[in-house]
């Protein structure tokens, strides 16, 4: 029997696009009341040589999950930029698989958030991530 290569209800296509993660598309993303949630099917394009998922795929996308989670927390008219990123792997992720890296703001601030992840496999405890975020003002942005 194959693998389902539909994601689970409630996820629609990720509606962040980057260089970076364009050539691991097709990316999923859903949000609910405290968590956004961005969902893959791993393919051999997202393995490493020992057909795991890549430890940094999954860093990028922790990273993309968390800066989402802790700008939806600080509001509109700002932008963040990592200033520090921990990921513990603690489980291999294989082709075929459905991943899902479900990121919450911890502390959103006026100036730094903080932001951690889960990350499962078929449901199963995969990793951990947390990071740091300058938050920065749009007007701030634009005049530097």
């Known amino acids: 029997m194959s693998a389902p290569t539909d994601p689970p ?18 990316l999923y993303s859903k949000r ?4 956004f949630v961005i969902g893959l099917r791993v393919a051999e394009a997202h393995c490493n040589a020992r057909a795991m998922l890549h430890g940094g795929v999954l860093s990028t996308l922790c990273d993309n999950a968390m800066g989402i989670a802790c700008a ?16 513990d792997f603690l489980g291999a992720a294989r ?11 911890t502390q959103p601030g006026r100036t730094i958030a ?14 951990r991530a947390t990071a740091l975020f300058r938050v920065i003002t749009r007007d701030a942005a634009s005049s530097s």
């Open 9 to 26: 209800a409630g996820f629609a296509r990720h509606f962040r696009r980057s260089p970076v993660t364009d050539a691991w598309e097709p």
């Open 32 to 35: 609910d009341a405290r968590r």
């Open 72 to 87: 939806l927390a600080v509001g509109e008219g700002t932008s963040l930029v990592t200033i520090h990123l921990s990921v």
């Open 95 to 105: 082709a075929g698989q459905w991943v899902e890296i479900a990121a919450e703001s």
């Open 114 to 127: 903080f932001a951690s992840a889960e990350v499962t496999a078929d449901g199963a405890l995969a990793g």
